[in-house]
């Protein structure tokens, strides 16, 4: 690999940029909107104004769709699920399963879940 082509690579791994991209091409394909540039232009807007703490952070997935996400996990309705099921969630939002709270035998439920997805959401967009 040529020192340049090295340096570019870095630059983009160092600043985070194919998962900023990834992620707004998410939000985009999920939220269809008529004007895609001026949604993405919003949606960096907000990831700005999270980061001053003036507004909130785009979400691809609102409540709805994390009760869903659970239910799909609970199959058997029991009301909880195990933090296998939860790391393998993360994973699949693309979230970071890096300093998770919950042991092996833990299960987490509905209002955890959220709360928890919600929190490793917000420090996902933080670190742009």
């Not at 990831?47 to 909130?56: H, S």
Request: net charge negative; glycine share 6%; hydrophobic share 40%.
């Amino acid at each position: 690999m040529a020192a340049a082509e090295r340096q570019c690579r870095d630059y983009l791994e160092r600043h985070r940029i194919p998962e900023l991209l990834h992620r707004l091409g998410a939000l985009l394909l999920y939220h269809r909107p008529e004007r895609p540039r001026e949604f993405l232009i919003q949606a960096l807007e907000r990831v700005k104004a999270g980061k001053r703490a003036e507004g909130e952070y785009p979400y691809l997935m609102d409540e709805a769709n994390l009760a869903a996400m659970f239910q799909l996990l609970d199959v058997v309705g029991q009301g909880h699920i195990t933090a296998a099921q939860y790391r393998e969630a993360l994973k699949t939002l693309g979230l970071s399963t890096e300093d998770l709270q919950f042991g092996d035998d833990a299960n987490i439920t509905l209002d955890v879940f959220k709360e928890e997805v919600k929190k490793k959401m917000l420090e996902s967009w933080a670190a742009y």
